[in-house]
């Protein structure tokens, strides 16, 4: 069912931290004041609310054609810690917004539960991880650095289409064509969501291939001119060779694409969605 969007009235870009307790000693003289942790309003990639709706809304108010190869690439301690912290939670899947920060642009990766049949937004967290560099990823605007889905030729497989079962499969060939259209138009896509069981997937591919080492998501543009939407498109990489700073892309039968539009895409879906696009 496709649904129309709805503003988040609730939404309170705000970090807030610690809350300050106060508890009367047992002879009630006086009051003490005790730090209690409490979760923080942060995104999956590091960004604190406040900062997430600032980047998040200057893309969807200025959705202007971009020229620049974008993508993000994540550590395979990443996909795995990010994947059992959602579990604990309760999470049903991801929501990745695009963005725009000071120096390029960028995306915002967001948890979601279920409510009812809405995949909706929550950025409560306290897991530390949140804070450090294997969360926030390393954003690449070149073809190079191993990101090889922009190569004229990429080393697909030979079978490209792997007769592959798995849900969304996206042949290597075509992830990279999509990968490469995704500058033609004006950004209609402004989010994407994707079920839990991709990070479940993801992790299954990393931890069975020697030197896998992380995953790489490209903004990305639907091929097919009647839905002409954008999107991503995510691969795993390995290690390359002896040089630890090129995480190259790698395709196999076994390795993954989540193809563009089997996710839940704001504006046609936007159920759920912290940031829709302005009426």
């Known amino acids: 069912m496709l649904t129309a969007c709805n503003s988040n009235s609730s939404k309170t870009p705000t970090d807030s931290t610690l809350q300050a307790q106060t508890a009367m000693d047992a002879d009630s003289t006086h009051i003490r004041s005790r730090a209690i942790a409490l979760p923080e309003l942060i995104t999956l990639n590091g960004l604190s609310l406040t900062k997430a709706d600032v980047y998040v809304s200057d893309f969807i108010n200025n959705p202007s054609v971009y020229k620049s190869a974008t993508s993000i690439w994540f550590s395979k301690a990443y996909v795995n810690t990010i994947k059992k912290m959602l579990e604990k939670e309760g999470a049903d899947g991801i929501r990745i917004y695009f963005a725009k920060h000071s120096n390029g642009h960028n995306i915002a990766i967001v948890s979601t539960r279920e409510i009812g049949t809405t995949h909706q937004d929550y950025f409560e967290h306290s897991d530390p991880f949140l804070k450090t560099p294997d969360a926030i990823g390393v954003v690449n605007y070149t073809t190079g650095n191993g990101a ?35 500058t033609n138009d004006k950004f209609v896509t402004t989010s994407e969501w994707f079920d839990i069981g ?23 543009r639907n091929t097919n001119p009647r839905k002409n939407t954008h999107g991503f498109v995510i691969t795993t990489t ?33 159920n759920g969605v912290t940031w829709p696009k302005p009426e």
């Open 148 to 182: 090889t889905l922009y190569d004229r030729s990429p080393n697909c497989p030979i079978n490209d289409n792997c007769n592959a079962s798995y849900d969304h499969y996206l042949s290597c060939s075509e992830a990279a064509a999509r990968v490469k259209n995704f």
């Open 198 to 220: 991709l990070l479940d997937n993801l992790c299954k591919e990393l931890d069975s291939t020697d030197g896998a080492d992380g995953i790489r998501i490209y903004y990305a």
């Open 238 to 270: 390995k290690t390359s060779g002896s040089n630890s700073g090129i995480h190259e892309d790698y395709y196999t039968c076994s390795s993954r694409f989540r193809d563009l539009d089997n996710g839940e895409q704001c504006p046609t879906n936007c």
